[in-house]
């Protein structure tokens, strides 16, 4: 059997959330992301789910132990992602409830990048290339 396309060649962030079921209604209205895939628990929390974030799949579901949301800890991981307007994505998630930790702005790297805070504690860091 083979590894399916979407996994091979990447390490697959599963983040866990308190509230995934509204985490993933605020990664579609946000990011534009496409839920894939959802298995219900106990008491209708999410065990698993896998969403596309413009191209990328990632995991969540409902923390439980020995999982805690980022909140319980402090963030300590940040989610890269590129996409085709950074600009417009930041205002768009920023509308949809995430916090703006750093505008888009140009960086001597080559890329437009923002950073954001969702509302359930992860960071994210939208990116788009330019010329350098």
Do not use: N
Request: proline residues 9%; charged residues 15%; negative net charge.
């Amino acid at each position: 059997m083979e590894i399916p396309e979407q996994y091979r060649y990447a390490v697959v962030p599963h983040v866990m959330v308190d509230g995934a079921a509204e985490a993933i209604e605020f990664y579609v209205a946000a990011f534009g992301a496409s839920e894939h895939f959802r298995m219900e628990g106990e008491a209708g929390r999410i065990a698993h789910a896998e969403i596309g974030v413009h191209g990328s799949t990632l995991m969540l579901g409902d923390a439980d132990a020995p999982f805690s949301p980022p909140d319980a800890l402090g963030a300590s991981v940040a989610l890269h992602v590129y996409v085709p307007d950074v600009d417009g994505l930041s205002a768009r998630a920023v509308s949809a409830g995430a916090e703006l930790l750093s505008p888009p702005t140009d960086m001597p790297y080559g890329a437009r990048q923002s950073m954001l805070r969702d509302p359930f504690g992860h960071i994210w860091i939208f990116l788009t290339p330019i010329a350098p």
